[in-house]
């Protein structure tokens, strides 16, 4: 599931249109930027968390059980969890609360 690779020029432009979205609805709900902050980090730590404790199983089959029970504890699908993660990192990147996205999982490869 990690790390996150896309090609092309788009995906990153819609992902970062869509973060831009995501956060104005939330600053809208009365949400701050520093709650924000707060808030992605604990959703990026709870998955690295999970990721961990699936990432010591020795065989494909307690990994797919440790991803559905992932899915169940954060009441998610894989895609959801990938796109939440994706989204958190965009948006601690546009608040500039991490430095670069080197250690994250999301890697860019693009095409000009």
Known sequence: MFP???KGDN???TLKELV????V???RGGATIPELV???????DTIENELYLIGNQDN???????LEK???TLNQTPEEINAMWCSNIIALL???AIPNDDMNGYVGVRHS
């Open 25 to 27: 609805n939330e600053l």
């Open 11 to 13: 995906i990153y432009g």
């Open 4 to 6: 996150i690779t896309y």
């Open 38 to 44: 707060s808030c992605y980090k604990k959703q990026l």
């Open 70 to 72: 992932m899915s169940k």
């Open 94 to 96: 546009k608040f500039k």
């Open 60 to 66: 494909e089959k307690k990994i797919n059980k440790g």
């Open 20 to 23: 831009d979205e995501m956060i």
